[in-house]
């Protein structure tokens, strides 16, 4: 009966013959995997010598291993990040790695000459597909870990780039759309800039990029601290309407939207647009805002510490009474703006009476001397009311007129 040193002896034997001739090996292994793998034969940046260094070391490296003799798995690895950095896909390196086991076994029985090498290169069988699946899993991990380094410094260039074009140090108008053309936004259509208010880590529009990608809107996104920003290429100028909505659908937070604009090299002023497009939205809310579409709440949110001075100015007394009171207040004011001065709309948009809205709003006149029939002053409690409407967190005053 042979015994398993034996064996171990005969195929250290065996290996060391294939070790004698590794260079034409080599080159018929590397033959074998351009002809059996087309991914590493259309690869522009695979050359033939490169591939064929590449199998030899790990032929070789195996071929130690088989015989027992210590060796690392540093050739496999040195393997699996070549090709992550040549796009091969993951899958055709483990067919590689496969074809290679194959033609390594089949040389080995080819090698042994007699029945009794063969049998003993056969107990031997599982060992030598074990070292085989290794060196394809270290290969495996290592491609997957250069993939992922790639990822990151692709993710970092592209925030750098995009940041680059958002403060306007892209310069010229050339520059700017070249950043542009290699974020892949240089689209025919308008572009759109988008920033999102992130409140306690949470990611204030899920899945953008996806469900942009799907109507057709390239985006990409940056992160800096407090919020999310991104630039939008649209395909037409049709599809605003439908990045908007499709914003709105998606918004956990405030979010505001610049006004349209056909060149990258605008995109400083955009940021702007949407930050205070942002701030045209009360704290502590959720939705969308367009820049430019309630002019009074752009005024109140450009110059916050002025729109807070008319506030106080125009409310006069109306601010120093009791929370509820106030709120209660403010609610029927806004009810009334937002019904177009109809008292009786504005009592069922309140659930009252409508002699309850005529008292309250003279009470607004008693505390504030303006009286909502007269159209100077009229003007100036709106103005007041949306600057205090920005200011407040949602449960003192809101614009749907909830009270506290």
Not at 377 to 388: F, G, P, R
Request: proline share 4%.
């Amino acid at each position: 009966m042979t015994t398993q040193p034996m064996a171990a002896d005969r195929v250290v034997e065996l290996v060391g013959r294939l070790l004698t001739e590794v260079d034409r090996l080599a080159e018929d292994l590397t033959d074998e995997i351009l002809g059996g793998e087309h991914s590493y034969a259309g690869s522009t940046l695979l050359v033939r010598d490169q591939l064929r260094a590449v199998v030899r070391d790990n032929l070789t490296t195996m071929f130690a291993a088989l015989q027992g003799r210590p060796t690392t798995l540093q050739a496999p690895r040195a393997a699996g990040r070549l090709k992550a950095a040549q796009g091969i896909p993951l899958a055709a390196l483990l067919h590689a790695y496969r074809l290679a086991g194959r033609f390594v076994w089949d040389r080995l029985l080819a090698t042994a000459v007699d029945e009794e090498s063969t049998v003993q290169l056969l107990h031997m069988a599982s060992d030598i597909w074990a070292a085989i699946d290794d060196y394809s899993s270290a290969a495996a991990e290592a491609y997957r870990a250069a993939v992922e380094e790639q990822s990151r410094r692709d993710t970092t260039a592209r925030s750098m780039m995009l940041t680059t074009l958002l403060d306007g140090r892209a310069g010229t108008s050339a520059s700017a759309w070249e950043i542009a053309r290699v974020l892949d936004l240089d689209r025919q259509g308008p572009f759109l800039v988008v920033c999102a208010e992130v409140h306690d880590g949470v990611e204030p529009l899920p899945s953008v990029r996806s469900r942009l990608g799907a109507a057709g809107i390239g985006s990409e996104w940056i992160q800096p601290i407090g919020a999310w920003v991104g630039l939008l290429s649209l395909p037409n100028e049709q599809a605003i309407a439908h990045a908007v909505d499709r914003l709105s659908d998606i918004a956990l937070s405030r979010v505001g939207v610049s006004r349209a604009f056909t060149s990258p090299v605008n995109a400083p002023a955009a940021w702007r647009q949407a930050q205070l497009a942002v701030q045209c939205l009360p704290q502590g809310t959720g939705g969308t805002h367009l820049y430019g579409s309630a002019p009074v709440s752009l005024l109140a949110a450009a110059a916050p510490d002025m729109a807070q001075e008319v506030a106080r100015a125009v409310l006069g007394r109306l601010l120093s009474l009791p929370r509820q009171e106030q709120a209660t207040l403010l609610d029927t004011l806004h009810a009334w703006f937002a019904c177009g001065g109809s008292t009786t709309a504005a009592a069922g948009r309140l659930h009252c009476h409508r002699n309850t809205v005529l008292y309250r709003l003279n009470r607004i006149a008693e505390l504030t001397g303006r009286r909502t029939t007269d159209a100077e002053a009229s003007a100036e409690l709106y103005i007041a009311l949306e600057a205090v409407r920005l200011s407040r967190r949602p449960g003192s005053y809101d614009r749907h007129g909830t009270p506290d």
